[in-house]
């Protein structure tokens, strides 16, 4: 089910790149005054002689984005496609993958019922401080963004059609198809040309595999001596001469 969630985003994100797109005036970050290799940068309003703020030296975290408004009709448009996608179940998808990334780490240093404690303990402040609901908001207003209140509707209008909803079924599953049927034959055609370039480069021959194409020829072992014949006489001994036999007396 995660999977299948994933991917349906993944294809709504590969459909319309729009919404991967940043805005390139709030992308560009001023850049850093340069400065000697090996010496310590100073902040760039700090005074001469004036000491350095550890604090203000760490790298900032950068600040959580705020859900915008958005005009109430065009809200609901977009809550009604995200729930036709199931991009409203986002929210509970990334904090699913979050509380196991953390159970996953911790389980080096704590373990037994101290573990299942803390990961209750985690889950719980966690899903106060961070509802899914706010996963919901900020996608409507990354929406809001980038798609008019026409576009809202398109899309509605084709992912609730007969096609649209094949391809929320099958696009992820096709998707995953496909990039694991290429990745094959990416891998077959780099290893190819691998064993390709081995002439060249002989430190290739020890790291690869061997190739099946090319079965790899045993030395033929010599041929098992002849052994004697159990009927054969032995190698200089006498032939078998037969038994004599006592005449038997006449009656």
Do not use: C
Request: net charge neutral; proline share 12%.
């Amino acid at each position: 089910m995660k999977l299948k969630f994933a991917m349906i985003i993944a294809a709504l994100l590969t459909a319309f790149p729009a919404i991967a797109q940043t805005n390139s005036s709030e992308a560009q970050a001023k850049p850093p005054a340069p400065h000697q290799p090996g010496v310590a940068a100073k902040p760039a309003d700090a005074p001469a002689g004036a000491q350095a703020d550890p604090a203000a030296a760490a790298p900032a975290v950068p600040a959580a984005p705020s859900a915008e408004k958005v005009v109430p009709a065009k809200e609901a448009a977009i809550r009604h496609l995200m729930e036709v996608t199931e991009t409203s179940k986002m929210g509970d998808i990334i904090a699913k993958d979050i509380n196991s990334q953390v159970r996953s780490a911790m389980s080096r240093a704590i373990t037994g019922d101290r573990l299942q404690k803390f990961m209750d303990d985690f889950s719980q402040k966690f899903s106060a401080r961070a509802p899914s609901s706010n996963v919901a908001d900020n996608t409507v207003a990354v929406y809001a963004r980038h798609f008019s209140m026409e576009d809202i509707e398109g899309l509605t209008k084709f992912y609730e059609s007969p096609v649209g909803q094949r391809v929320l079924k099958s696009l992820p599953e096709a998707q995953q198809e496909a990039f694991s049927s290429g990745q094959q034959l990416d891998q077959q055609a780099a290893m190819k040309v691998l064993r390709g370039l081995s002439e060249d480069y002989v430190e290739l021959k020890k790291m690869l595999p061997p190739d099946p194409a090319k079965p790899e020829v045993k030395p033929a072992s010599p041929p098992p001596s002849a052994a004697p014949s159990a009927s054969a006489p032995a190698h200089g001994s006498p032939p078998d001469r037969p038994a004599k036999t006592m005449p038997v007396p006449h009656q």
